[in-house]
T-cell receptor, first 113, second 114 residues
Framework: GDSVTQMEGPVTLSEEAFLTINCTYT??????LFWYVQYPGEGLQLLLK?????DKGSNKGFEATYRKETTSFHLEKGSVQVSDSAVYFC????????????FGTGTRLTIIP | DGGITQSPKYLFRKEGQNVTLSCEQN?????MYWYRQDPGQGLRLIYY???????QKGDIAEGYSVSREKKESFPLTVTSAQKNPTAFYLC?????????????FGQGTRLTVV
């Protein structure tokens, strides 16, 4: 079945450091890929998405590129801020048929000033 | 404002009791979902519904039940058959064919068995 494997956490970085959170996926068809963010005590919010190979999603300084050849969708940000501290989830959804999101285990990110 | 509302935010259940978690949305979305979140395990799908009066089991449906009598509402009942119900429960909704659109999540309900 479909699955998402995410970088184990927690991740702790200093403010203004470069961030990478790795995400790889397994899917039998052609999925769309998503990154969601969860701030403490809240539900999930969509951070960015990519719907086909080579697409780049971006939002709030975060970027991720859909790499079909490596089945990856790594999240990156050039300079993190304390306010980026949250849990980040990679997810995939199939474009046809079984319409549900499959999530990774989440990566807790803490940014220290 | 449009959104998805879960209630209550915190819920305590005694052993052997059934409890119902509420999820309401005013986004006019057809599809609704229930996820369970446990530390270190991400989100696991319990049930989902793509249309009124229809729903499908997700990956961990045992010990749970749902109904979808109205488009706006998708309540989840945690039955006494669920052996380890303590978790954070998240409800979400999307438009049909949602792969190119955003899934909206509620704020979650934290259920604790006492």
């Amino acid at each position: 079945g479909d699955s998402v494997t995410q970088m184990e956490g927690p991740v702790t970085l200093s403010e203004e450091a470069f961030l990478t959170i790795n995400c790889t996926y397994t899917a039998t068809g052609y999925p769309s890929l998503f990154w969601y963010v969860q701030y403490p005590g809240e539900g999930l919010q969509l951070l960015l998405k990519a719907t086909k190979a080579d697409d780049k999603g971006s939002n709030k300084g975060f970027e991720a590129t859909y790499r079909k050849e490596t089945t990856s969708f790594h999240l990156e940000k050039g300079s993190v801020q304390v306010s980026d501290s949250a849990v980040y989830f990679c997810a995939l959804g199939m474009n046809f048929g079984n319409e549900k999101l499959t999530f990774g285990t989440g990566t807790r990110l803490t940014i220290i000033p | 404002d449009g959104g998805i509302t879960q209630s209550p935010k915190y819920l305590f259940r005694k052993e052997g009791q059934n409890v119902t978690l509420s999820c309401e949305q005013n986004l006019n979305h057809d599809a609704m979902y229930w996820y369970r979140q446990d530390p270190g395990q991400g989100l696991r799908l319990i049930y989902y519904s793509q249309i009124v009066n229809d729903f499908q089991k997700g990956d961990i449906a045992e010990g749970y039940s749902v109904s979808r009598e109205k488009k706006e509402s998708f309540p989840l009942t945690v039955t006494s058959a669920q052996k380890n119900p303590t978790a954070f429960y998240l409800c979400a909704s999307t438009l049909p064919g949602f792969m190119n659109t955003e899934a909206f999540f509620g704020q979650g309900t934290r259920l604790t068995v006492v």
